[in-house]
């Protein structure tokens, strides 16, 4: 339960404070992304994809450490 109410407060405050940031009005887009280590309840996601969030958790970016790791960058 608490994991829901602290991924709920971190949403919530993305949507308010979006409100005090000039974003150049219809100029340009913008996107919101959060990223979680252990991933979202069927609701969280449900809620943020509504909205346009991109969501995002660790097993996404796996493949981006592979590709570095081959690539010998490391």
Known sequence: ????IV????VVTIIINNR????YGEERKEYFAVFLRKGFT???????RGRGFLLFTLKD???VERDYQASGSN
């Open 42 to 48: 069927k609701k969280a996601m449900e809620f943020g």
């Open 20 to 23: 005090f940031v000039d974003w």
């Open 61 to 63: 970016f796996d493949c």
């Open 1 to 4: 339960m608490k994991k829901i």
């Open 7 to 10: 991924n709920t407060i971190i």
